[in-house]
């Protein structure tokens, strides 16, 4: 069974429990005794729980319309974990998070609201402030150095495994009364964030696509810095880059120029510099220089790319100096 058809018998698991006439009744953080209920928004509802250092809330519902979430106000420093079941947060900087995905960020709780998109939504926010936060990232040294290293605040989205769900299912079938609520999700919120450290600092590996799109960049650098090498061939980049010429090919589909061609315009670009700038080299020179294979062969290139031959283009070039001196006199 796929990863998205667990998903989705997980979810119509938790939500048949109690009537979905009744939307808080189907909430994880309903069994918090001191959870504050509220709907701020038509179709949206809200619970909100603060013990000692540490704040939970989770959201749920359908609003017609974006929705921004006011995150609890600590005036400290929070570290947040985000659970994202259904729907789409965008976060200030930008961020995207989709369902299904597990993230953290770090925020300062004044001003920072994320906004839910229009459609159906269901999240989790498990928040830490005080000496809970400095504790915990203390404890996960991989978790401190990787916010040390993003300047944003927002660390990368994963996928939500059946261990962070077996975690989240865990502490909502605890009775938490007073006493023990706040041991029990310090336990649950410690191992969230445990188990998304270990998966952040495994090995990603790039999808095809953004492995293509990885590989497309790389030649054009290489052919940018090495278009002066005779032997410039599509067997040479792959060779350069690790990777087949079948795989460099793909990675140029799609794109206005097939590599050959992005090789051979790349240099008509620096001819069309050198026509203008080095008046002490002929067409001839420089279509040698470029190695194409003779001053005509390279004219018909160069007025394909341009609508104008080489010679055109070195008048253009001499005019425009001309008129330049004349300025600076």
Not at 177 to 197: D, E, M, R, W
Not at 295 to 312: G, I, L, N, S
Request: charged share 25%; hydrophobic share 40%; aromatic share 8%.
């Amino acid at each position: 069974m796929s990863h998205r058809e667990l998903s989705h018998l997980w979810k119509e698991a938790v939500v048949s429990r109690r009537s979905p006439r009744d939307i808080a009744k189907t909430m994880h953080l309903s069994i918090f005794s001191k959870g504050m209920l509220s709907s701020p928004a038509e179709g949206i509802y809200m619970i909100q729980s603060r013990m000692d250092d540490i704040l939970i809330m989770e959201v749920k519902g359908r609003s017609g319309a974006l929705y921004a979430v006011d995150l609890p106000q600590t005036g400290n420093e929070v570290l947040w974990l985000c659970i994202q079941l259904q729907g789409k947060t965008v976060f200030p900087n930008g961020a995207n998070h989709h369902a299904d995905r597990l993230m953290s960020f770090m925020a300062h709780s004044e001003g920072y609201t994320p906004t839910l998109a229009a459609e159906r939504q269901w999240v989790l926010f498990f928040g830490l402030t005080g000496h809970s936060r400095l504790q915990l990232l203390a404890e996960l040294p991989a978790l401190r150095q990787a916010y040390d290293e993003q300047p944003n605040n927002t660390l990368q989205s994963i996928s939500i495994s059946y261990l962070e769900r077996q975690i989240i299912e865990g502490l909502c079938k605890k009775a938490l009364g007073p006493f023990n609520a706040l041991y029990q999700s310090g336990v649950a919120i410690g191992k969230l964030f445990n188990n998304y450290t270990i998966q952040l600092m495994q090995p990603r590996v790039p999808s095809k696509e953004e492995a293509q799109i990885q590989i497309y960049h790389r030649a054009l650098a290489y052919v940018r810095k090495h278009y002066l090498v005779n032997d410039l061939t599509s067997e040479k980049i792959a060779d350069v880059l690790g990777c087949s010429v079948r795989n460099l090919t793909r990675a140029f589909e799609g794109r206005s120029l097939g590599v050959k061609a992005t090789i051979i315009a790349v240099r008509l670009y620096k001819a069309r510099e050198l026509l203008k700038s080095q008046s002490d080299l002929s067409i001839a020179d420089i279509a040698e220089m470029l190695h194409f294979p003779d001053a005509k062969h390279f004219a018909v290139q160069y007025k394909k790319c341009f609508c104008r031959t080489p010679r055109e283009e070195r008048k253009t070039g001499t005019v425009w100096i001309k008129d330049n001196l004349r300025k600076r006199k």
